[in-house]
């Protein structure tokens, strides 16, 4: 089990990004706030009230095969995750993967944290919560082909497409992000984003200017 909290610092912009287990009675809220930002609900779906959104959080949680946390940025909460199991999940029938191999959704909830410097930095964390668990050699997304800055994103933080496949609900790009590919762009150290080294890299450059 990951304890309550996983917390990681990101030297370059100074911001520390942490996630804890979402909570039906503190999160609700904020939740159906979140999905119903407009840029939100465009790929997570439209029109939904608040009846609907709580139903759909209460099976969400009631679903083992998937955990679900609240992303924080400098101690305020920003966004929201899931991390699943592949195999035990429909798009385990739809594409190749390992046993222990798993997936993530997510959305940032907060404009303000909105942009390159927080979502890829947030996403790259919860990537290094994801593989904390040494079993997984695979963390596998399938964003809409059309999300073109989900993307951006997933590519920023080593993702690789392999291939699109037809889903029910849309076109998805398969994007795969390996162990050893993440960790020779991030730090192993569970409480850093980055190697150390980078932080003598910068310093050096600095002190040069």
Known sequence: MLGPEF???NHRNNSYYAFRPLSFDKDIDL???????PYVAQWW?????REDLTRKLITELEDSHQHLYIGLIDGVPASYWERYWISEDVLGNHIQHETFDQGLHFLIGEPEFLGRSHTSSATAAFMKLIFSDSRTQNIIGEPDIRNKAVLTYAEATCFVQRETIQLPERTSAIMVCERERF????????RQLYRASSVTQESVLQASL
Do not use: A, N
């Open 7 to 9: 917390e990681v610092y």
């Open 31 to 37: 939740y159906c706030k979140w999905m119903q930002q």
């Open 45 to 49: 779906g439209r029109g939904q009230t």
């Open 183 to 190: 960790f020779s762009k991030y730090s192993r150290d569970p």
